[in-house]
């Protein structure tokens, strides 16, 4: 897929794997690419990149980036009268009115960019856990406090914790971030911005659960990022909201505690990495084993499958927005 001033790499069956805009690129992360408008504003272009044990694949997965531009835009408009954050629009025609130098790469932006305020991110992955499970699980059955949280004895995987946890972590750039307690966050970044994030991560998560649970999916954990408006200081609700990148996403209809969970993502993609890593075909670096057409097939389906049911709409790939069922 082309477009004259912008092109997008890697196309496959409407797979994006990776963008080149006539803006300055600040950062390429494991799926957005980030481009600086004009030291104010950035544009955040969501790739169909998809990475699994922290290797990103070859193959692209059709219509992820949409989904997780579209979903946070759908969130953040549930959230808005509550929480401030950084998005000014995800309207291709607005975006290009706002930024003439991208009109040749429309096509590229639709569905999957988002105009938003620049601000200094905190070094910290504000995670929240609503039920016991990943990382939790397993320093829980070490018999471990949950990032300096004491939790009851006899709790199974999966189960339900009320209230939620708030455990945030260190962000890394590679590799596996860190959690911590909250103190040691209060350390990093400041008592008041501590508590703030804290307090934000709640009742994100909070508003978050009870909606999507109305919409028969449990949302099992989050982690979201905030940042600062150089000036001002105005903390702002950035990058991804309770996608199924960020987040663990379970049918409720399923849900049993005690075992681990199915879950609206990447698992057909992590199912078939393990498969080959058992039959020791990978060893788990990179590069990761060509992804086989079923399994990227798969894998979009689920993306799509989570947006439809908390929206209520299919994704729109022509407008790049909702479709009302």
Request: glycine letters at 8%; one cysteine or more.
């Amino acid at each position: 897929m082309t477009a004259t001033g912008g092109t997008a790499a890697g196309a496959v069956a409407g797979g994006i794997r990776e963008t080149h805009l006539p803006l300055p690129r600040v950062r390429q992360g494991k799926v957005r690419d980030v481009y600086d408008v004009d030291g104010e504003r950035l544009l955040l272009v969501a790739s169909d990149r998809v990475s699994a044990f922290d290797v990103v694949m070859r193959e692209p997965v059709p219509y992820k980036g949409a989904v997780l531009t579209q979903l946070t835009v759908w969130w953040l408009r549930q959230l808005e009268r509550d929480v401030a954050h950084h998005l000014i629009t995800a309207d291709p025609d607005a975006i290009v009115a706002a930024v003439p130098a991208l009109a040749p790469a429309r096509a590229l932006l639709v569905g999957r960019a988002m105009l938003v305020r620049r601000t200094s991110v905190f070094p910290i992955e504000c995670v929240v856990r609503g039920y016991l499970s990943g990382s939790a699980w397993k320093e829980y059955q070490a018999g471990l406090p949950v990032a300096g949280h004491r939790l009851p004895a006899g709790l199974q995987e999966s189960s339900r914790l009320d209230p939620p946890l708030f455990t945030p972590a260190t962000k890394a750039e590679q590799g596996h971030d860190e959690n911590i307690t909250v103190g040691e966050m209060a350390a990093r970044i400041g008592a008041r911005p501590a508590a703030e994030l804290e307090r934000l991560t709640k009742l994100v998560y909070g508003r978050g659960r009870e909606l999507a649970a109305a919409r028969g999916i449990l949302i099992a954990d989050t982690k979201l990022e905030f940042g600062t408006v150089a000036g001002s200081g105005e903390i702002l609700l950035a990058d991804e909201v309770l996608t199924p990148d960020s987040s663990r996403f379970w049918p409720a209809d399923g849900y049993a505690p005690g075992r681990a969970q199915q879950s609206f993502d990447k698992q057909p993609l992590r199912d078939y990495l393990d498969a080959e890593r058992r039959a020791r075909r990978w060893n788990g670096d990179a590069p990761a084993p060509p992804l086989p057409p079923a399994v990227v097939a798969a894998t979009s389906a689920r993306y799509l499958d989570a947006y439809r049911r908390l929206t209520g709409a299919a994704l729109d790939p022509a407008h790049g927005g909702p479709e009302r069922l």
